[in-house]
């Protein structure tokens, strides 16, 4: 579990551009909306990897085949 200071006021959830991370966020936003005052999802643009698979958030930041 993650330990956040009370006197965060926002939270930015960035999960990866798939359905586990649409999951995950789902039920972060659902824990963390009752703690704190506002919680927003960003998700990334999706992309592709060469090997045909969902780039991850972090292939995403990294440019890690994805034409960045």
Same mark, same amino acid.
């Given at each position: 579990a993650i330990k956040i200071p009370r006197y965060v006021e926002k939270i930015v959830l960035c *999960?990866? *551009?798939d359905p586990a991370g649409a999951k995950a966020a789902a039920k972060a936003k659902q824990v963390y909306s009752s703690l704190f005052r506002k919680v927003i999802?960003?998700? *990334?643009? $999706?992309?592709?990897? *060469? @090997? /045909?698979? +969902?780039?991850? +958030? @972090?292939?995403? +930041?990294? /440019? !890690? /085949? $994805? /034409? !960045?």
């Amino acid at each position: 579990a993650i330990k956040i200071p009370r006197y965060v006021e926002k939270i930015v959830l960035c *999960p990866d *551009p798939d359905p586990a991370g649409a999951k995950a966020a789902a039920k972060a936003k659902q824990v963390y909306s009752s703690l704190f005052r506002k919680v927003i999802t960003k998700y *990334p643009k $999706v992309a592709m990897l *060469p @090997n /045909g698979k +969902l780039a991850d +958030l @972090n292939d995403i +930041l990294m /440019g !890690v /085949g $994805v /034409g !960045v």
